[in-house]
């Protein structure tokens, strides 16, 4: 795969079967903000983040509330908690690949391991 941008999303669009509507807002969702030291005029995931972290509560949410009718409160909220952890998201990150389209700040990428960007987070194993 290349660093160009337009390839790994047409690539992540093959792998995981979907369509994005727009490829450069997948690249913002996956641009450190150490990256911005490189390219100012690039721009990091931190807002994106934060709107995506909400939506994918909502969204676990709803669908153990509709599976679970018969879940309390409590047994739901374990159940979301566990499906949200940083652990089950790094999983699912190994598995679709998106190690290869980080992008971040040189350096940070030579420290974790990788040569040069894009790169990943360095307690991430790969």
Same mark, same amino acid.
């Given at each position: ?14 792998? *995981? ?30 807002? *994106? ?14 669908? *153990?509330?509709?599976?679970? $009718? @018969?879940?309390?409160?409590?047994? *739901?909220?374990? $159940?979301?908690?566990?499906?949200? @952890? ?19 700040? $040189? ?20």
């Amino acid at each position: 795969m290349t660093n160009d941008p337009t390839d790994q999303c047409l690539a992540l669009q093959q792998r *995981l079967g979907i369509t994005f509507h727009d490829c450069g807002l997948l690249v913002q969702a996956l641009t450190h903000r150490s990256y911005l030291a490189e390219v100012p005029d690039a721009m990091s995931n931190e807002r *994106l983040e934060f709107l995506g972290d909400a939506v994918l509560d909502l969204v676990v949410a709803e669908e *153990l509330f509709k599976r679970h $009718a @018969d879940w309390p409160e409590g047994e *739901l909220t374990k $159940a979301k908690a566990s499906a949200v @952890d940083e652990r089950a998201l790094e999983r699912l990150a190994r598995d679709w690949e998106l190690a290869r389209m980080c992008w971040c700040r $040189a350096a940070r990428s030579r420290r974790a391991g990788a040569s040069g960007v894009p790169c990943w987070r360095m307690r991430w194993k790969r």
